[in-house]
């Protein structure tokens, strides 16, 4: 596979796989976050600004592509904030799910005080968004890890998750493909 056709797969399967899961280490849960005021979004994002590169001009972006009166019965603030999450960065920078995710899945806490105000707004806007009916979702993992969590245990995720339903697009090359 050439370097360009390999990057862009790389790119479009970071959603759908966590390429290993080495840290199986404990960390605490977040609850700091919810003593932060409900921000609008510019501000809320603010503290990222020297985390993410070209932050603001991104939240610029959600706010305009959200409607003033989004019809999923959010804030325009937090349902750009979903927006924002879902954005792809310029190719060369990663995106703010990346990082977040990633500084998610740290044994260090004190790295997740600057998605703090984020962090409250982007969850505030999913606790008001409806459950769907109890279903099987996928994730990718580039490992096995069936010894580690046996069928019908419960599992935390220390990151947001991007999930399907049907098997198969993860069994497509793009995404788990053959090492």
Partial sequence: MNKDIELRVQHRSSRLIIP??????EVGPIIDYADEPLLPLVDACRPLV???FNILAYVSSALQSTPDTPSDGLTRDESASIFLYTMEWEDEHRSLYSILNETLRTADREQL???YKYLKLLLTALVKIPCA???TV???I???LHLEFPRGTSI???SFSSCTTTLPVLENDLYLGYE
């Fill in 156 to 158: 935390v995720w220390w």
């Fill in 113 to 115: 005080q600057p998605w």
């Fill in 133 to 135: 009916p109890q279903m």
């Fill in 138 to 140: 996928w994730r990718g």
């Fill in 142 to 144: 580039k490992k096995g």
């Fill in 20 to 25: 290993d899961v080495e840290d199986s280490k």
């Fill in 50 to 52: 020297p985390i993410i």
